[in-house]
């Protein structure tokens, strides 16, 4: 069974610094896909950056990356240069069999979140 | 509209009362997805429609929870007889065929009292 494993309850960072937001995961199929969504407190889940298993390149989408480890199934945020606006939950999920058309393969399934608070 | 819409965004429930959630998603999106967050925790799957159709209602957690979308467009989850329980936030996400990504509303929390 799939599962998504985040061991940081909470981060605390100063502004402008780099953080790394940890997610390990456990899956038994080949293809499948890893994201991160940024929760604020208004309750919105704001989709932030994909990675599939088969892309060969590191996932990047402006301050955000993804440092992709398929060996050691780990998929960690990095987010350059942190703004008090970064201060949110944030989750790690994933989807297997994404290049088949599976019922299963539809559902996201999430970790228990990291929450990280950027300090002025 | 441009973002996955949700309503209420707070329902107090009194314990045995019926409710229903609606959710409006991205247009032209034709997979919906319905999750439960409990407090202090990752979102869970409920159940997901292709269109009209609802092909995956294994996350439902009893038969108190019933999801429809008869035309393809909005969705209503409906819990009957609420428990304390079922206190959460419940998200709606919309997608694209064939897109990775699902985009999610700002959720409708549901206190049961």
């Known amino acids: 069974a799939q599962k998504i494993t985040q061991t940081q309850p909470g981060m605390f960072v100063q502004e402008k610094e780099a953080v790394t937001l940890d997610c390990t995961y456990d899956?038994?199929?080949?293809?499948?896909?890893l994201f991160w969504y940024k929760q604020p407190s208004s309750g919105e889940m704001i989709f932030l950056i994909y990675?599939?298993?088969?892309?060969?390149q590191n996932a990047t989408e402006g301050r955000y990356s993804l440092n992709f480890q398929k060996a050691r199934k780990s998929a960690n945020l990095v987010i350059s240069a942190s703004q008090l606006g970064d201060s949110a939950m944030y989750f790690c999920?994933?989807?297997?069999?994404?290049?088949?058309?599976?019922?299963?393969?539809?559902?996201?399934?999430f970790g228990q979140g990291t929450r990280l608070t950027i300090n002025p | 509209g441009a973002g996955v819409s949700q309503s209420p965004r707070y329902k107090v429930a009194k314990r045995g009362q019926d409710v229903a959630l609606r959710c409006d998603p991205i247009?032209?999106?034709?997979?919906l997805f319905w999750y439960q967050q409990a407090l202090g925790q990752g979102p869970e799957f409920l159940t997901y429609?292709?269109?009209?159709?609802?092909?995956?209602k294994s996350g439902l957690p009893s038969d108190r929870f019933f999801a429809e979308r008869p035309e393809g467009s909005v969705s209503t989850l409906k819990i009957q007889r609420t428990q304390q329980e079922d206190s959460a936030v419940y998200l709606c996400?919309?997608?694209?065929?064939?897109?990775?990504?699902?985009?999610f509303g700002q959720g409708t929390r549901l206190t049961v009292v």
């Open positions: 996400a919309s997608s694209l065929p064939g897109a990775p990504e699902a985009f």
């Open positions: 429609f292709q269109n009209e159709a609802q092909l995956d």
């Open positions: 247009s032209g999106h034709v997979s």
């Open positions: 999920a994933m989807r297997e069999a994404l290049y088949r058309t599976s019922l299963r393969a539809q559902k996201l399934v």
């Open positions: 990675q599939g298993s088969y892309d060969e």
């Open positions: 899956t038994s199929d080949q293809s499948y896909g």
